[in-house]
Structures are given as structure tokens and as C-alpha cells.
Nanobody
Framework: VQLQASGGGLVQAGGSLRLSCAAS????????MGWYRQAPGKQRELVAD???????NYADSVKGRFIISRDDDKNTVYLQMNSLKPADTNVYYC??????????????WGKGTQVTVSS
């Protein structure tokens, strides 16, 4: 499964960005999609994820500021990031797990997209 992320960029503190990630490639189901971020020299951490049933989970540091959503018709997950802070500066990675049409499970990562928040 291929994951194509877009929407990163440079924004001033307090601004907003919207990340998108489209999944493709023989997908039968997407059980969970999410966004992680990783700073240099640190472990990748969960930012937010969403299940096929619509349940969401957020890192404490982004609760109330970020909103994750998905469009199952487009196999796409979105991350609306509001009230951005310099601490949100990171490379953001899209993630998806589910099954393909042969019922084989997958879990894949997209290439990272850089988000930079200036003070």
C-alpha cells in the first residue's frame, strides 16, 4: 500500500496547516490511519489516529488544537492543525494499517512531510 502525504510547509506561530494522506494499492480495508512525528534523534511519536469506526486518539500536546478525520471514499486521512506552536515543528509521517484484497494485512508508512512553525 502506498501512502502519499501532502500539506506540510512553513507557518507562523498561531497559524494553521492541513495535512492530507491518500492511500492506494489494492486496499480492502483501512482499520486505522494516523499521523506520527519524529524530531531528529528522537523516537517517532503518535500525534493522532482514527479507526474505521471513527474513534480518535490524540497526543496530550495537541488535544484541542489538532483534528484528525478520514474520507473512506477517498482512502484519505486529514490532520487539521490549528494554533500551531514552534514545538510542533517536526517531520510528520502518515500511517495506515488494514488488509488488501487478498486479505493479507498491511501496515505502511508514507514519506514524511516537514512542518515548520516560526516564532
Amino acid at each position: 500500500v502506498q501512502l502519499q502525504a501532502s500539506g506540510g510547509g512553513l507557518v507562523q506561530a498561531g497559524g494553521s496547516l492541513r495535512l492530507s494522506c491518500a492511500a492506494s494499492g489494492g486496499i480492502f480495508s483501512i482499520n486505522r490511519m494516523g499521523w506520527y512525528r519524529q524530531a531528529p534523534g528522537k523516537q517517532r511519536e503518535l500525534v493522532a489516529d482514527i479507526t474505521s469506526g471513527g474513534s480518535t486518539n490524540y497526543a496530550d500536546s495537541v488535544k484541542g488544537r489538532f483534528i484528525i478525520s478520514r474520507d473512506d471514499d477517498k482512502n484519505t486521512v486529514y490532520l487539521q492543525m490549528n494554533s500551531l506552536k514552534p514545538a510542533d515543528t517536526n517531520v510528520y509521517y502518515c500511517y495506515a494499517e488494514g488488509t488488501i484484497f487478498t486479505r493479507v494485512p498491511y501496515s505502511d508508512w508514507g514519506k514524511g512531510t516537514q512542518v515548520t512553525v516560526s516564532s
